[in-house]
């Protein structure tokens, strides 16, 4: 999948604490399937799976849409049978994102009886 210079510019933030995650990475991801894109109208978020979780890497774009999008990550993840989603992200989402712990930079959502 190609990503376009508008969806790049919501992800590129994203991607500053990681040095060697490029856009041509993200792409070959998608493009392999390692990787999944899930889509606001102005947000975005690549998750891949990682053992029994389903791991945002990056996510960027309309805050309370990317509210909505972990939402739709989370239905993913019960549906096909992961234990928990994370999120590897700056603290900050800490103060908008229920349920979640912070483990170093890696925050973790139990789904536990298909709540979320």
């Given at each position: ?113 298909g709540l979320?």
């Amino acid at each position: 999948m190609i990503i376009s210079d508008e969806m790049w510019s919501m992800l590129a933030p994203a991607t500053e604490a990681y040095e060697n995650i490029s856009r041509e990475d993200v792409e070959g991801g998608l493009l392999s399937g390692e990787y999944m894109l899930f889509r606001g109208a102005h947000c975005l978020a690549v998750v891949c799976p990682y053992g029994g979780a389903l791991r945002v890497g990056l996510a960027g774009g309309d805050l309370e849409e990317l509210l909505e999008v972990e939402q739709d990550i989370c239905s993913y993840a019960i549906e096909n049978g992961f234990s928990s989603v994370e999120i590897i992200g700056r603290p900050g989402w800490e103060k908008v994102l229920d349920g979640y712990t912070r483990t170093a930079v890696l925050m973790r959502k139990e789904l536990r009886h298909g709540l979320h």
